[in-house]
C-alpha cells in the first residue's frame, strides 16, 4: 500500500469519457483501502491542444511524465488531424520515448458473456498476448521520395534489434512461466521476410533454450489467426512483433466479447520509467458525446496499472467488480449486448465494489 501519482491523459474522442470513468471507479475503490492513495494529475494532451498549438504535447512531456508513478491512458485520433500525427506525436511518441518496450494484452472471456466462437467459454479464451512495442514494422524507419510526382515511393522498414528481439522475447517467456500452462507460442513470418524476421526467429531460437521449464512453440502470423478462431483452447502465451501482435490482439479482444472491453499495458519492465495503460478501443468519434461509450477497457486497463504498481489485492478487486457486472448482465454497455450507458456501467461497477 502507498501513495502514487498518476498522469492521467484522457487524449482524444471517446477517450476523455472512459478515463473519466476511470478515475470516478478509482476513487470509488481507494475509498475502501485505507493505505492506498491515487493522486490524479490530468494532462490535456491530445489532438485539442495540436489545433490551437501545433503539438499533441508540450517539448518537455517526456521529463513532466517520469515524475510519475504511471500514465492512466484514453486514445489518441481525432479526424481533423492526420492519424500519422496524432499517433506519432502523442501515443508512440511517449511509448518509445519512455522505452516502453512490452505491450501486454491480456485476453479472458469474462463470465456472462458470450464469444463469437462456438467453442469460446472463460475456459478456453484465457490468453496473454505480448507485443514487442519499440522496433518492428513500427519503428519508423522510412520515407518518402518523389513526392506528388509519378514516381512517388513510400517506405516503412521493420526493424529487428538483437537487444530488441531478446529483451522482448525473455519477457514474454518470463510471463509464460508465470502462468499455469506454462506454454509460450512464438508468432513469426521467416517464410516470407527473411531477414529481420529470420534474425527474430534465431534470437528466440538461442533465448528460449534457458527456459526448458517453458513449453514454446513457433506458429506463422496467419495460421496463428486461424487457430485463434478454430483451436482457442491451445493458446495461452503469446509473443510476436509490434505489428503481428497488434492486428492479433484486436482479433483476440473480439472474440472475447469486444473491443470496448479489453485492456493494455506499455511497460519498462525494469521500471526506469513509468508505464502506461490504456484501453485498446481508440477514440471513436462515431459516438463520442452520446454516453454510450464502454468504460470497461479502460477500468480493466485500471487494474493492470494497480498490478504493475504492487497493489495486487486492490486490481484482484477491481477486476472482480468488473466481473461480477458482466456475471449479473443488467448494466452492460450496447457492445457487449445491453442498453446501458457509459455512466450506469460505471456506477455498476462502483456499487459492486
Same mark, same amino acid.
Given at each position: 500500500m502507498g501513495t502514487y501519482r498518476i498522469a492521467a491523459i484522457p487524449g482524444d474522442g471517446i477517450g476523455k469519457e472512459v478515463i473519466s470513468a476511470g478515475c470516478q471507479v478509482l476513487e470509488e475503490l481507494t475509498g475502501g483501502?485505507?493505505?492506498?492513495?491515487?493522486?490524479?494529475?490530468?494532462?490535456?494532451?491530445?489532438?485539442?491542444?495540436?489545433?490551437?498549438?501545433?503539438?499533441?504535447?508540450? &517539448?518537455? #512531456?517526456?521529463?513532466?511524465? *517520469? $515524475?510519475?508513478?504511471?500514465?492512466?491512458?484514453? @486514445?489518441?485520433?481525432?479526424?481533423?488531424?492526420?492519424?500519422?500525427?496524432?499517433?506519432?506525436?502523442?501515443?508512440?511518441?511517449i511509448c518509445q520515448g519512455l522505452d516502453q518496450y512490452a505491450n501486454i494484452r491480456p485476453t479472458k472471456l469474462l463470465p456472462g458473456l458470450s464469444s463469437p466462437l462456438k467453442t469460446g467459454t472463460d475456459k478456453t479464451i484465457d490468453w496473454f498476448i505480448v507485443r514487442e512495442n519499440s522496433e518492428g514494422e513500427y519503428s519508423g524507419a522510412g520515407g518518402r521520395v518523389h513526392q506528388a510526382l509519378p514516381n512517388e515511393v513510400g517506405l516503412d522498414v521493420s526493424v529487428i534489434t538483437r537487444e530488441g528481439a531478446e529483451r522482448i522475447q525473455r519477457f514474454a517467456? &518470463?510471463? #509464460?512461466?508465470?502462468?499455469? *500452462? $506454462?506454454?509460450?507460442?512464438?508468432?513469426?513470418? @521467416?517464410?516470407?521476410?527473411?531477414?529481420?524476421?529470420?534474425?527474430?526467429?534465431?534470437?528466440?531460437?538461442?533465448?528460449?533454450?534457458?527456459?526448458?521449464?517453458?513449453?514454446?512453440?513457433?506458429?506463422?502470423?496467419?495460421?496463428?489467426?486461424?487457430?485463434?478462431?478454430?483451436?482457442?483452447?491451445?493458446?495461452?502465451?503469446?509473443?510476436?512483433?509490434?505489428?503481428?501482435?497488434?492486428?492479433?490482439?484486436?482479433?483476440?479482444?473480439?472474440?472475447?466479447?469486444?473491443?470496448?472491453?479489453?485492456?493494455?499495458g506499455n511497460i519498462n519492465p525494469e521500471r526506469k520509467t513509468p508505464s502506461m495503460f490504456e484501453p485498446i478501443h481508440g477514440s471513436a468519434f462515431d459516438i463520442v458525446g452520446h454516453g454510450s461509450a464502454n468504460p470497461l477497457g479502460a477500468i480493466w486497463s485500471a487494474s493492470l496499472m494497480l498490478e504493475h504498481l504492487g497493489e495486487k489485492e486492490a486490481a484482484m478487486r477491481l477486476l472482480k467488480a468488473v466481473e461480477h457486472v458482466t456475471t449479473d448482465g443488467s448494466r452492460l454497455p450496447r457492445d457487449l449486448g445491453g442498453q446501458a450507458g457509459t455512466d450506469e456501467v460505471t456506477k455498476a461497477v462502483c456499487d459492486a465494489l
Open positions: 483501502h485505507a493505505d492506498l492513495t491515487l493522486e490524479f494529475e490530468v494532462l490535456p494532451w491530445g489532438s485539442d491542444m495540436y489545433l490551437a498549438t501545433g503539438t499533441m504535447m508540450p &517539448d518537455d #512531456a517526456l521529463d513532466m511524465l *517520469r $515524475k510519475f508513478d504511471a500514465i492512466y491512458f484514453g @486514445s489518441a485520433g481525432d479526424p481533423r488531424v492526420p492519424d500519422h500525427i496524432s499517433l506519432w506525436n502523442l501515443r508512440l511518441a517467456l &518470463d510471463v #509464460a512461466r508465470s502462468r499455469p *500452462r $506454462k506454454k509460450l507460442t512464438f508468432v513469426t513470418k @521467416s517464410n516470407a521476410q527473411r531477414h529481420a524476421m529470420v534474425l527474430w526467429d534465431e534470437v528466440f531460437e538461442s533465448v528460449s533454450a534457458d527456459y526448458p521449464d517453458v513449453q514454446t512453440e513457433r506458429v506463422l502470423v496467419d495460421a496463428m489467426a486461424a487457430r485463434f478462431v478454430t483451436d482457442p483452447e491451445s493458446v495461452d502465451t503469446v509473443v510476436a512483433t509490434n505489428l503481428h501482435a497488434d492486428v492479433l490482439s484486436d482479433l483476440a479482444a473480439a472474440l472475447s466479447g469486444s473491443l470496448g472491453l479489453a485492456p493494455t
